[in-house]
């Protein structure tokens, strides 16, 4: 089956650094892939989709600025969270999609800005 | 734009008992169904999933669920439940190409 990796599955960081966090589809080229964060005990929400080559299109209320993403292959996209802040600690979880209906999600990413 | 909601947002149950979560949908154009379980901790991992066909899904780990057009729900459902199902359960539907969107989450409590 389709598989997505993403690393690291876990980061800390230091309040006003930045962190990049990848995803890879590993068996399957992913013509669009999507950025999820979810805080705990809460559900996905969609950061943005991105397809390879053209820039992201982000959802109503993320900073484009700050979660910078970046679809450079059918296989490899990233998201960088630029000048963190505890308030962007998190669970990141990308997905990549090959086809109408199915995507695969990756295990996800903890963030913890200190 | 879709939607989903799940009307319970814990659900607890006794070992061995059956369980439905519940999940309805709104959208203007046909969607894929899924539902997805996560537990404690890692990533999501899907159950099952309704493209077309048979409007009753079989998925893993004895769950199914039943996909209702005219009441735009999918329940999900385990005849008997085990101490290990306890895990968030999101329900999720997909347009065409476009993004999965993510009900808010039953959590599933399965008392010994």
């Known amino acids: 089956g389709a598989v997505v990796s993403q690393h690291p599955s876990r980061v800390i960081c230091k309040s006003g650094t930045s962190v990049k966090i990848e995803c890879r589809s590993l068996?399957?080229?992913?013509?669009?892939m999507f950025w999820y964060r979810q805080f705990p005990k809460q559900s996905l929400m969609l950061m943005a989709t991105?397809?390879?080559?053209?820039?992201?299109?982000?959802e109503q209320g993320v900073e484009k600025d700050k979660f910078l993403i970046n679809h450079a292959s059918l296989t490899l996209s990233t998201l960088t969270v630029t000048s963190a802040h505890p308030e962007d600690s998190s669970f990141y979880i990308c997905?990549?999609?090959?086809?109408?209906?199915?995507?695969?999600f990756g295990p996800g990413t903890r963030l913890t800005v200190t | 734009a879709q939607s989903v909601t799940q009307l319970d947002s814990q659900v607890p149950v006794f070992e061995e008992a059956p369980v439905e979560l519940r999940c309805n949908y709104s959208?203007?154009?046909?969607?894929?169904l899924f539902w997805y379980v996560q537990y404690p901790n890692q990533g999501l991992q899907l159950l099952l999933k309704?493209?077309?066909?048979?409007?009753l899904v079989k998925g893993i780990n004895g769950f199914e669920a039943e996909f209702n057009k005219s009441q735009t729900s999918f329940h999900l459902r385990k005849p008997s439940v085990h101490i290990s199902d306890t895990a968030e359960y999101f329900c999720?539907?997909?347009?065409?190409?476009?993004?999965?969107?993510f009900g808010p989450g039953t959590s599933l409590s399965v008392i010994p």
């Open positions: 991105s397809n390879e080559g053209s820039k992201a299109t982000y």
């Open positions: 959208s203007s154009v046909s969607v894929y």
């Open positions: 068996d399957f080229q992913a013509t669009t």
């Open positions: 999720a539907v997909r347009a065409s190409y476009d993004k999965v969107i």
């Open positions: 309704y493209l077309s066909g048979s409007t």
């Open positions: 997905s990549a999609s090959d086809s109408h209906y199915e995507q695969y």
